[in-house]
């Protein structure tokens, strides 16, 4: 038995927050039901590459473990099943503008008239509050309020665009996970639900307790590509080796930074790790010298059983057979029922007493839309 085996979320977002969000659920138990439009559905099933006509491969990935119902919540038909849906849940997501769900007829105030012990979650860019609340916007956007773009990237360069959605993933889904589980935690004491008002610029705001802290407490304004954890430190940084690949060394501690200039042959640099600014400029270009005298397999061999905090900078494609990604089941490779063999990242969150398994694969369109309406007596 999973922990949230019995609890039923209804799922009405699209692309990536909301999907990783309630796949984090659907792994754990939770019978998570898609609600999506009959024309179009997530709109990620039609990204590139496809594996089926109507699922991509960014989609498989994120919507295993699910149910998917076609509902158009502008007929009064399928409206009047959504709200028998409803008194059947626990939790609904959805990651609409503030405002939609209320027009349509089908907003908090009014659901939970029907089904006052569910939890409604709404993700947005800005939540529910605010001169910004209905504004438009994107994981670049939120980045770029956050203060968090503003430090990415190389010094008197211009700010670098994070390869992954830090505040899709980190500043609503992953935050949207952990306030639905207080919520479901507080409801199973008060038997009653609540609003879930998730905004990705707060989330990500969340994550600059190593920065912002400082800066209000010095005064001093932090520059790109200077911070400690950023590019400011020579124990702290990319290196490139002779055929052209990268190390990353993350040698904090003066143990480790020890460590790692024996290893390099600058022993001379060990009494330098906490040097101002200017001079570890001048280190990161010695070491950087050194490390390039060798290539990256050269550099692992003599840094094997080393603690030195090196590790080499690996690509997609060699990460799936790296040891420890495959001891934890990272990256899993599954049967998919219409192409075969297919590879899926795994999850994250290891319990001891649950172990998470592929029960589902991601739905067609509407696949369980007489299956789910047969279950409310329709």
């Keep these: 038995m999973l922990p949230l085996d019995g609890i039923r979320v209804l799922d009405l ?73 409803v008194k059947t849940a626990d939790v609904l997501i959805e990651s609409f503008r503030p405002g939609v769900m209320d027009r349509l007829g089908v907003g908090y105030e009014e659901l939970k008239v029907h089904n006052p012990k569910m939890i409604y979650c709404a993700i947005t860019g800005y939540g529910q509050t605010g001169p910004y609340a209905k504004e438009a916007g994107h994981d670049l956007n939120f980045l770029s309020y956050s203060g968090l773009l503003h430090l990415q990237g190389a010094p008197n360069e211009k700010p670098l665009i994070p390869s992954v959605q830090i505040s899709d993933i980190g500043g609503g889904a992953l935050i949207g996970a952990v306030g639905i589980l207080l919520a479901i935690m507080d409801a199973k004491k008060t038997n009653t639900g609540q609003f879930v008002d998730i905004s990705m610029l707060d989330g990500t705001l969340s994550w600059m307790h190593t920065i912002l802290p400082n800066y209000w407490t010095s005064g001093e304004m932090p520059n790109r590509g200077e911070l400690t954890l950023n590019g400011g430190k020579a124990c702290y940084e990319i290196y490139r080796t002779k055929d052209d690949r990268f190390i990353s060394v993350g040698a904090l501690e003066y143990k480790f930074w020890k460590n790692f200039c024996k290893v390099i042959g600058k022993e001379e640099l060990i009494g330098q790790l906490d040097e101002p600014l200017e001079q570890q400029r001048i280190m990161k270009k010695e070491v950087q010298a050194a490390i390039l005298q060798k290539t990256l397999t050269e550099w692992l061999v003599l840094f094997e059983g080393i603690d030195a905090c090196v590790s080499p900078v690996l690509t997609p494609e060699e990460l799936a057979d790296h040891p420890q990604i495959k001891h934890r089941h990272m990256i899993e490779d599954i049967t998919h029922p219409k192409v075969g063999g297919i590879k899926q990242i795994g999850n994250p969150i290891k319990l001891s007493n649950s172990i998470v398994t592929t029960r589902r694969h991601a739905p067609r369109l509407g696949e369980h839309t007489n299956e789910i309406l047969k279950e409310l007596g329709f």
């Design 13 to 85: 977002t699209r692309l990536l927050p909301g999907p990783y969000c309630s796949l984090l659920l659907a792994d754990y138990g939770a019978d998570v039901i898609k609600v999506e439009d009959p024309k179009s559905g997530d709109y990620a099933r039609w990204y590139e590459p496809r594996v089926n006509d109507d699922q991509s491969a960014m989609f498989i990935s994120l919507n295993r473990n699910k149910r998917s119902i076609t509902l158009d919540l502008k007929d009064k038909q399928d409206k009047e099943a959504f709200v028998s849906l």
